[in-house]
């Protein structure tokens, strides 16, 4: 192959990243002879790649098909498996793009990056190939590729361009879906990880990951490397990838490794990023062990976005762990009502051999969503008004058993007076820390499902009507919709007359929202007995045509309201039976879900009293305490006005045990008896 000039270190932004992420990769991969490997494995999961020494191409347009001429092509097309698969190979361009092309493809357009550079820089174009013919006495490729994305920069013609290279990806069966990637760095090595094994090391490493679909999808564009890191189990978790490595050795040519990568390590603020690597074959990298601008390309995998979030139904909980000792508001280091950040971990997880692991007894029963009510940004932070990390750890362990968490924008921050503060004058930088806090490695946590803004604005909230409230909440999603754009949110509604605000919301949030990143969130009592529940809630939604899911984020019933716990376990196994009825039977149904209020019974809202309808909604009542756990200290530093900000010491709280709700019906308790309808 054509050996590509030496070059700067490559940065995948918008107007060259396209060309530049696999150029420097794939320009070395063929060898100049051409010579031919034998085909021992599945030649349809073969990833492709050819150079030359230049072309010609006309106009470029998204959707349009552009012809593309290219001289000087080497004899010798590189190829390498996509995973599960461990091989790499070689064959004669004539026989690739003559006889084996029907082999390799089955019929289906591949998708293809051509890259190349011209007299305004490097430049590529991503699209299908819809018809490729070799000259092989002229070494000339021709290509008709059907534009689909193509670099900012380039202009309305490509023009003559020289050191062009094609990746031909490789198809994948309808209806899976997947992606391939590549990423930059100033340099990489092989690194011993002092276990017997290796870590491929890469150092200045670029912030953006270019994606592009393999066939029969068709599109490409970027991806923060930090949700690269985040989402690597649930796109990988399955089989390895295969990936390469390729850069500059220190000669000013290219060498290129094939091995295969696992556990990503990354460290933002040193733009490092690291990965335990296997090297194929018992390749190493060439030289002294080290490459300068180097590329690393991944292979296929899924790339299910926070925007594709509804392609899937939701079977959740509401989950508000305030332990049993409280019988008014909590006090103390419960004060926010926030028991999902790190100093609560013997809660929901286990911290020094004391915990109560609800989030896997959820998940042991098929819950896939937790819808949060209070939300305490700052939990984990040290500094006045910014947000910590203390609800990643929550997260983390939430995403290790597949849930998915609802973020709130609590009610609080609606409030224009609460004492001396007006948390409604600070709302914008609230929302800003609120999504600050859910991030890790600078993107937003792959467990966040969406954003809940308030809840029950419909109804009145310290002294303000829907009238004030509802343009508040329009506000918050303007807020929420630029810095998590991906991401879904919702407004939860009362079952007083959500028909009404149904169709308020959609008049007051900004249009773009409501019409691509918004969900209808209602919560109601209403029962499976005489079709009320299905009729009114589940029909009449789809009856309204509104265009938006509907999740019902509240469906349950209490103790005291239908007379008895043998009654109440009866009634909310009904609603979620009739929830999941209405879905399984209606499966274009903009039903996508309900979460059963609540986890557990809350002394809390007693206010000092005996038992009542609010305090009696658990799935479990309270048992005796299991253990003891501590918070730690939690206070920040207010920098403006120079003093400490004490919350609360590092102090013990309790344990309780969690006692199943039993019926008669249902003595294996009301959380196992919901379990065939959240799995």
């Not at 809940?452 to 929420?480: C, M, R, Y």
């Not at 400490?644 to 006692?659: N, Q």
């Amino acid at each position: 192959m054509t050996t590509p000039a030496r070059r700067e270190t490559p940065r995948f932004f918008p107007a060259s990243a396209l060309a530049l992420s696999c150029a420097l990769l794939l320009a070395a991969c063929g060898g100049g002879d051409g010579g031919a490997t034998p085909d021992t494995g599945d030649v349809t999961k073969r990833i492709y790649v050819l150079s030359a020494d230049a072309g010609q191409a006309g106009a470029v347009a998204a959707g349009q098909t552009l012809s593309v001429t290219l001289t000087g092509v080497e004899p010798g097309v590189d190829w390498y498996s996509d995973r599960p698969a461990r091989e790499v190979g070689e064959a004669r361009v004539e026989n690739f793009v003559g006889a084996d092309w029907q082999r390799v493809y089955g019929g289906v357009a591949p998708n293809a990056l051509l890259q190349f550079q011209n007299a305004s820089g490097v430049h590529a174009v991503f699209g299908s190939v819809q018809a490729a013919q070799y000259d092989g006495a002229a070494r000339t490729l021709r290509l008709e590729l059907r534009v689909a994305k193509a670099s900012p920069g380039l202009g309305a013609s490509a023009g003559s361009f020289t050191l062009p290279v094609v990746t031909l990806l490789n198809n994948l069966q309808a209806p899976a879906q997947g992606s391939t990637f590549a990423m930059a760095a100033g340099r990489t090595a092989l690194q011993s990880d002092g276990k017997g094994g290796q870590r491929l090391v890469l150092q200045d490493v670029d912030e953006d990951v270019l994606w592009m679909n393999n066939a029969p999808a068709r599109a490409g564009d970027f991806e923060s490397l930090g949700n690269f890191v985040n989402v690597w189990d649930e796109r990988f978790g399955d089989a390895l990838p295969n990936a390469s490595v390729a850069g500059d050795p220190g000669n000013g040519d290219y060498g290129i490794v094939p091995l295969t990568l696992a556990d990503p390590v990354y460290d933002s603020a040193t733009r490092s990023l690291s990965f335990a690597a296997v090297p194929l074959a018992g390749a190493s990298l060439p030289g002294q062990g080290t490459l300068r601008n180097a590329i690393v390309f991944v292979d296929a995998g899924d790339r299910a976005s926070p925007a594709s979030v509804f392609e899937q139904p939701w079977r959740g909980v509401a989950y508000s762990a305030i332990p049993a000792k409280f019988q008014s508001n909590p006090t103390g280091a419960f004060f926010d009502s926030d028991a999902t950040s790190s100093a609560f971990q013997a809660l929901w997880g286990s911290k020094d051999g004391c915990g109560r692991n609800d989030l896997e007894a959820m998940a042991a029963q098929g819950v896939n969503l937790i819808r949060l009510y209070d939300y305490n940004y700052q939990r984990g932070s040290d500094k006045w008004t910014t947000g910590g990390n203390g609800h990643i750890a929550f997260l983390d362990k939430a995403q290790s058993l597949g849930i998915k968490v609802i973020i709130p924008v609590s009610n609080y921050n609606f409030k224009n007076q609460d004492g001396s503060n007006r948390p409604w004058d600070n709302i914008d930088l609230t929302v800003t820390q609120i999504v600050a806090s859910v991030k890790k490695n600078g993107a937003i946590h792959p467990a966040v499902h969406s954003f809940s803004i308030g809840n029950e604005l419909d109804l009145p909230k310290e002294d303000q009507t829907w009238q004030a409230l509802f343009p508040k909440a329009a506000h918050v999603a303007s807020l929420l919709h630029k810095l998590a754009p991906d991401h879904y949110m919702t407004v939860p509604v009362s079952n007083a007359d959500e028909k009404r605000f149904y169709e308020e919301l959609r008049k007051h949030l900004p249009a773009d929202v409501y019409q691509s990143r918004f969900y209808n969130a209602v919560q109601t009592f209403k029962l499976k007995t005489g079709n009320d529940l299905r009729d009114n809630i589940l029909q009449a939604y789809d009856n309204l045509n509104l265009g938006v899911p509907l999740v019902i984020t509240e469906l349950g019933t209490n103790n005291i309201g239908i007379s008895s716990v043998d009654a109440k376990v009866n009634a909310v196994l009904g609603q979620a039976s009739a929830v999941r009825e209405y879905m399984d039977a209606n499966p274009q149904s903009l039903v996508k879900g309900f979460s059963i209020f609540e986890w557990q019974n809350s002394n809390w809202k007693r206010n000092g009293g005996p038992d009542n309808t609010e305090s009696t909604f658990g799935i479990h009542a309270y048992g005796p305490v299991l253990c003891q756990s501590k918070t730690g200290v939690f206070g920040m530093w207010n920098a403006k006005d120079s003093y400490w900000v004490s919350f609360h010491d590092d102090v013990a709280y309790d344990v309780d045990a969690l006692v199943p709700l039993t019926s008669a019906d249902h003595p294996e308790g009301l959380l196992k008896a919901l379990s065939p309808y959240f799995k």
